[in-house]
């Protein structure tokens, strides 16, 4: 729930979402006052407040430094949505449908 997000959460968001670190790395290169600065900046901007802290359960995705979860799908899955795509369009035109290309 967004009651449970925390300072810490926000900053982590912001270390990565603009400088692809985590909030160690910023501390390490010398930037560690850089997201609380920009949490504070948020929440004026947008009339709220955060709880100071962490919370540990609240994690979101790091799209570029974790594992991709997708699944394997075969072809025929492939195909047939393919299928089902024209099957819909030829109902569509046995229904009175017609195609036109506004230029």
């Known amino acids: 729930a967004v009651a449970d997000i925390r300072k810490g959460n926000m ?12 909030r160690q790395q910023m501390v390490e290169c010398g930037l560690g006052h850089i997201p609380s600065y920009m949490v504070s900046q948020f929440e004026g901007a947008f009339n709220i407040k955060f709880p100071q802290g962490y919370n540990p359960s609240l994690q979101f995705m790091y799209h570029l430094w974790e594992d991709l979860r997708a699944h394997w799908r075969p072809l025929s ?4 949505m393919e299928v089902l795509a024209v099957a819909g369009g030829v109902c569509m035109r046995l229904l009175g449908f017609k195609k036109r290309w506004i230029r």
């Open 11 to 22: 900053e982590e968001l912001f270390s990565y979402g603009f400088y692809y670190r985590s």
């Open 77 to 80: 899955f492939y195909v047939g």
